[in-house]
Nanobody, 124 residues
Framework: QVQLVESGGGLVQAGGSLRLSCAAS????????MGWFRQAPGKESEFVAA????????YYADSVKDRFTASRANAKNTVYLQMNSLKPEDTAVYFC?????????????????WGQGTQVTVSS
């Protein structure tokens, strides 16, 4: 089992920034992937970003590339999502997810465990 605890959501004006954190505990291993997804009301879950733990490779959705940055703190088993230049369309519940492998990292089916989600609201 892996437990994921997220923090850092909130309300921000358009153009502002937020940083989300996701701490993993439990049966983690040296080679895994952590991802971020979001879901807005009435919409399907959407891939946002992912980072591989072994070498820190990052992957982004086109909609957030150059605005969002995923990073990790190895000693803390924590991944971060720095979100800059936020737009109203970024409003959603953001979930972090854990995968033992790296297949299908842009799809929800690629992940084994999920956090509880944190609300991000961007006002115009």
């Amino acid at each position: 089992q892996v437990q994921l605890v997220e923090s850092g959501g909130g309300l921000v004006q358009a153009g502002g920034s937020l940083r989300l954190s996701c701490a993993a505990s439990g049966r983690t291993f040296s080679s895994y992937t952590m991802g971020w997804f979001r879901q807005a009301p009435g919409k399907e879950s959407e891939f946002v970003a992912a980072i591989t733990w072994s070498d820190g490779s990052t992957y982004y959705a086109d909609s957030v590339k150059d605005r969002f940055t995923a990073s990790r703190a190895n000693a803390k088993n924590t991944v971060y999502l720095q979100m800059n230049s936020l737009k109203p369309e970024d409003t959603a519940v953001y979930f972090c997810a854990f995968a033992y492998g790296g297949d299908y990292l842009r799809e929800t089916r690629g992940y084994n465990y999920w956090g509880q989600g944190t609300q991000v609201t961007v006002s115009s």
